[in-house]
């Protein structure tokens, strides 16, 4: 049984930082699709950012890029996204997901079937 669990999610005044965890269970390999994304309220969800082929390729969307940083502890079987310089529309609910059926540059296409329970967070300006 896959599990995900987010954590590090809160409030934030505008141009503050915080970091999301992402703790995963139930699978092991690390070449599988690993992404966050987000899903603020009234709009589609969002691929903020994917790291696969085991942390070599990393994807942001341009919204965050040069703000935002993906990370993976594989001895933890950790996911993490580090969020500087927060902005009020990053405002959203963040999750965490994982696809074990594949992995290279389809990571950042597919529809991902693990998803954490998500983490709240509120940037104000």
């Known amino acids: 049984q896959v599990q995900l669990v987010e954590s590090g999610g809160g409030s934030v005044q505008a141009g503050g930082s915080l970091s999301l965890s992402c703790a995963a269970a139930g699978y092991t390999g690390r070449r599988y699709c690993m992404g966050w994304f987000r899903q603020a309220p009234g709009k589609e969800r969002e691929r903020v950012a994917v790291?696969?082929?085991?942390?070599?390729?990393?994807y942001y969307a341009d919204s965050v890029k040069g703000r935002f940083t993906i990370s993976q502890d594989n001895a933890k079987n950790t996911l993490y996204l580090q969020m500087n310089s927060l902005k009020p529309e990053d405002t959203a609910m963040y999750y965490c997901a994982v696809d074990l059926r594949y992995s290279g540059s389809l990571c950042l296409a597919i529809e991902y079937n693990y998803w954490g329970q998500g983490t709240k967070v509120t940037v104000s300006s």
């Open positions: 790291i696969y082929n085991g942390g070599g390729n990393t």
